[in-house]
């Protein structure tokens, strides 16, 4: 067998494949499924790479009876820790026919249609932020991607005037989201961090810059908003950072990674204000927007800077005359050359169902959150320690240590029940362990909060 033909195993192959996926989308309380040691995993998949190969039949029988099973369904309705997913039936549909088209999503030359897509799905993306409609983004592979795309550009043009490259200085909460950091080393700059468990805002900004010496003032040249913080949800005060960010000349960015989708309710939109200011943001589709893996987005209010930045030259990169070849090149603004076209099941979905339904669901997440606030606050063991917020609550289960709560988190997983992790929050100068839902997935319903508390009694 040919490693391009087609023939009948291809043809069974297939019919394997597309069942194992109807039977996946279809589920309704999917395997939550449970991480398993590389040792183990060694000694019941064996050899699969070989010089003749073992057949896609045992290969297929080896992803669904051990592989996957030793993955976390992260759409599971009791899977609430860190930030989960849960894409639409839709999206995860047409990823597979994203895959299929195999559509190289860098250059208008080779995906105009549907990057073409792609764009109306940004262009809904963009007007819930309110920036000007001459603003646009891209699909990124997630939010440290997007992140760094849109530092990238502010560091460069904080640099265009002048003579020596200087290092930069970033400005963000403690509380925003850990790849800044990782983010930060790849550009070389330098990360001030503010102290606060609340929400972030001007007059700690304009406190923190007024703090700095004149030799590491003239340095900062970005702040970092966060949009719905990853350990709680909390938006920072995004008016009032604007307000220092304009009257200083600072690029503002909003890492709205997780928070985002909030922006597609009209009553959510109201703690976003001030977001409309900015001069870049990151949204991650795959979270709040029920995107498959992985659909980041980095939106900017002059693309043209963006451009500037990023845009990379070649002979072998220089797009045919032609003017159907003419138009938008996703690459020209992200740090991703080659990249498929991740916009597509997104644009699908929401061209399927509909805005309004994507408002539904997630507002629904809200209401999860606050369903699971009121039943902790009435709990005679539990305690509510911060929330709901967004779709985030934080709680502790009153005389538990962090021993206590990691061997309820694991005995909760492994049983199949759900997955839910423990986290940290601060407590005066202590950083105490204490337990938290994310809602994202509309599927989880109240029965679903209920068994997970009384698992804590």
């Known amino acids: 067998m040919k490693t391009h033909s087609v023939d009948i195993d291809l043809v069974e192959m297939s ?10 989308i279809t589920e309704t309380d ?31 029988q080896i992803f669904q009876d051990i592989l996957v099973k030793a993955s976390v369904s992260i759409d599971h309705p009791r899977h609430l820790a860190f930030v989960p997913a849960a894409p639409t039936r839709a999206a995860v549909m047409f990823d597979l026919v994203t895959a299929a088209s195999n559509v190289h999503g860098a250059f208008w030359l080779e995906g105009a249609g549907c990057i ?7 262009e809904w993306l963009v007007s819930l932020t309110g920036l000007p ?36 200085i970033l400005i963000a909460a403690r509380t925003a989201h850990s790849s800044i950091q990782t983010m930060a080393k790849v550009i070389d700059a330098d990360v001030i961090s503010v102290e606060t ?11 923190t810059l007024t703090g700095l010496p004149g030799s590491e003032r003239r340095r900062v040249f970005a702040v970092i908003a966060t949009a719905g913080t990853t350990n709680a949800g909390i938006v920072d005060e995004l008016d009032t950072i604007a307000e220092i960010c304009e009257r200083e000349s600072l690029w503002m960015h909003v890492d709205a990674a997780y928070g985002g989708g ?3 309710s009209e009553i959510l939109r109201e703690q976003f204000q001030g977001i409309e200011r900015s001069d870049s943001i990151t949204i991650d589709p795959h979270k709040w927007l029920f995107a498959p893996y992985d659909c980041g987005a980095v939106i900017y209010r002059n693309p043209e800077l963006a451009r500037q930045t990023h845009m990379q030259e070649g002979s072998y990169l220089d797009i045919i005359s032609d003017e159907g070849a003419d138009g938008f090149n996703p690459a020209d603004y992200q740090i991703q050359l080659t990249r498929r076209t991740r916009g597509l099941p997104l644009w699908f979905s929401l061209a399927m169902y509909g805005t309004e339904r994507y408002r539904i669901s997630v507002e629904r997440g809200v209401e999860l959150a606050g369903i699971a606030a009121s039943k902790i606050e009435k709990s005679d063991y539990l305690e ?5 917020s967004l779709s985030i609550v934080i709680f502790r289960r009153k005389g538990w240590t962090s021993t206590d709560y990691n061997e309820w988190t694991y005995r909760n997983h492994r049983e199949g029940i759900a997955l839910v992790a423990p986290t940290k929050w601060r407590n005066g100068s202590e950083k105490e362990t204490v337990a938290r839902f994310c809602f994202i997935n509309p599927d989880t319903t109240e029965e679903d909060i209920e068994l997970i508390l009384e698992s804590m009694a």
Not at 36 to 60: C, H, M, N, Q, Y
Not at 144 to 153: C, E, F, K, W, Y
């Open 15 to 24: 019919l394997d494949v597309i069942k194992y996926a109807i039977s996946r």
């Open 30 to 60: 999917p395997r939550l499924g449970f991480p398993v040691s590389e040792k183990d995993l060694k000694r019941k998949v064996g050899e699969t790479i070989t010089p003749s190969g073992i057949g896609g039949e045992k290969a297929f």
């Open 116 to 122: 073409f897509a792609e764009n109306q799905a940004m």
């Open 133 to 168: 409609e001459t603003a646009t983004g891209v699909f990124t592979s997630g939010g440290t991607a997007a992140n760094l795309s849109a530092i990238t550009v502010a560091r460069e043009y904080w640099r265009r005037d002048k003579p020596e490259k200087e290092r930069g």
């Open 197 to 207: 468990e609340r929400e972030f805002t001007g007059k700690d900004l304009a406190r």
């Open 262 to 264: 909030a922006l597609s």
């Open 384 to 388: 509510l320690v911060h929330g709901p």
